[in-house]
């Protein structure tokens, strides 16, 4: 029983899962140096090292090796990731002052949302992924990723955009927050289908 719990776990999605949670800190590193390079290389590595996501749960459906732990990783790596970088860019005074309620408002969401869904599991009420959960996570990264750039990058203003994809990605996050709630309360799939 042993070894099958663990052949179970150390498969290569979960792995893939695992170097998501790992990397994301040594990424966050390089802003200590905040200059254009630095920034740049952040960036795109968190924007690299956020699109795994998509690698680990394509690698678990072809493979047949979608475990529970995966379940559990998955999400919880991609917040881990999102919350330390939004931190960071706080810190770093990369978000101004007007724009700090909407970063408090998706981490509320986010802790939320967590709490939520751990207390559906243990009550057997399965609140899955929707569409708009993706869009949600996908507009958080591409504003964490041009906060994250900060500088001009390919001539496009990266913090501008940041900011710009901030105010939507705020938007859809405290949406399908509302719809995850309205799910669970319903015992059943929200006006969207089913949410996260």
Do not use: C
């Not at 408002?105 to 986010?110: G, K, M, N, T, Y």
């Not at 309205?182 to 996260?196: C, F, I, K, N």
């Amino acid at each position: 029983m042993r070894s099958l719990r663990r052949e179970r776990f150390w498969n290569l999605p979960n792995a893939v899962t695992l170097s998501r949670i790992a990397a994301g800190p040594f990424l966050l590193l390089l802003l200590a140096f905040q200059g254009e390079t630095a920034s740049a290389i952040a960036g795109v590595g968190f924007l690299a090292v956020s699109l795994t996501d998509l690698l680990d749960g394509y690698l678990a459906r072809r493979g047949g090796e979608v475990t529970r732990i995966g379940k559990l990783l998955d999400p919880l790596a991609d917040k881990l990731l999102v919350t330390i970088a939004f931190i960071v860019v706080v810190a770093l005074a990369r978000v101004p002052l007007w724009a700090v309620p909407l970063v408090v408002a998706i981490l509320v969401r986010e802790v939320g949302v967590t709490s939520l869904r751990a207390m559906a599991s243990a009550e057997g009420v399965l609140l899955q992924a929707s569409m708009l959960g993706k869009w949600k996570t996908g507009f958080q990264i591409a504003a964490l990723t041009g906060l994250l750039i900060h500088h001009s990058f390919l001539g496009l203003p990266m913090h501008a955009l940041g900011l710009a994809l901030l105010v939507i990605a705020t938007g859809l996050t405290v949406w399908s927050g509302w719809d995850y709630f309205a799910a669970y309360l319903g015992r059943g799939e929200g006006p969207d289908g089913p949410v996260s």
